[in-house]
T-cell receptor, first 114, second 112 residues
Framework: EPEVTQTPSHQVTQMGQEVILRCVPI?????FYWYRQILGQKVEFLVS????????KSEIFDDQFSVERPDGSNFTLKIRSTKLEDSAMYFC????????????FGPGTRLTVT | GDSVTQMEGPVTLSEEAFLTINCTYT??????LFWYVQYPGEGLQLLLK?????DKGSNKGFEATYRKETTSFHLEKGSVQVSDSAVYFC???????????FGKGTTLSVSS
């Protein structure tokens, strides 16, 4: 069964450094998402991406964040200058359509900023 | 704003016990409702969904009914198994249908 994959599973970085989290969505899916979960808190929507552009973003997704689909298979989340409060589990998801369609999630990348 | 409230965990049950995990939501319009499950070391998986009022979603013995009048979507299972131990997330789509709004998750631990 096709699945969403994410790399790395765990990333440790120093405050102020740039990180890129990588995701490979399911191949025939058209919509892509990033969510994050700070330890002990709820899963929060960051951004959705369709047709090579951002379709929606939350207030969390500020100028420090960017997304890209560089080669038609990968979907990346870049954090330009990490802060301690960026430490969280980051989930990528993809879906064929919106609203009633199931979003398929990857296993997540745990980002630790020290 | 849009939000989901789930009962606090952890929930600890013996095998074959009855499970209820409460979920209520605050949303604009009539969103689709979902329960996702996360097993240890894995991503979020869709457990069940309901797309309109009074719909009942069901899967693997779990059920939840979309109650518009009480804005609730409580998860139930008649007889839990050790393999059901996981974190359960209630969620709904935002009005544009572009994002999922999640609750905090409820950890279920089932012992034999």
């Amino acid at each position: 069964e096709p699945e969403v994959t994410q790399t790395p599973s765990h990333q440790v970085t120093q405050m102020g450094q740039e990180v890129i989290l990588r995701c490979v969505p399911i191949s025939n899916h058209l919509y892509f998402y990033w969510y994050r979960q700070i330890l002990g808190q709820k899963v929060e929507f960051l951004v959705s991406f369709y047709n090579n552009e951002i379709s929606e973003k939350s207030e969390i997704f500020d100028d420090q964040f960017s997304v890209e689909r560089p080669d038609g298979s990968n979907f990346t989340l870049k954090i330009r200058s990490t802060k301690l409060e960026d430490s969280a589990m980051y989930f990528c998801a993809s879906t064929r359509g919106q609203a009633n369609y199931e979003q398929y999630f990857g296993p997540g990348t745990r980002l630790t900023v020290t | 704003g849009d939000s989901v409230t789930q009962m606090e965990g952890p929930v600890t049950l013996s095998e074959e016990a009855f499970l209820t995990i409460n979920c209520t939501y605050t949303a604009t319009g009539y969103p689709s409702l979902f329960w996702y499950v996360q097993y240890p070391g894995e991503g979020l998986q869709l457990l069940l969904k309901a797309t309109k009022a009074d719909d009942k979603g069901s899967n693997k013995g779990f059920e939840a009914t979309y109650r518009k009048e009480t804005t609730s979507f409580h998860l139930e299972k008649g007889s839990v198994q050790v393999s059901d131990s996981a974190v359960y997330f209630c969620a709904f789509t935002n009005q544009a249908g572009t994002a999922l709004i999640f609750g905090k998750g409820t950890t279920l631990s089932v012992s034999s």
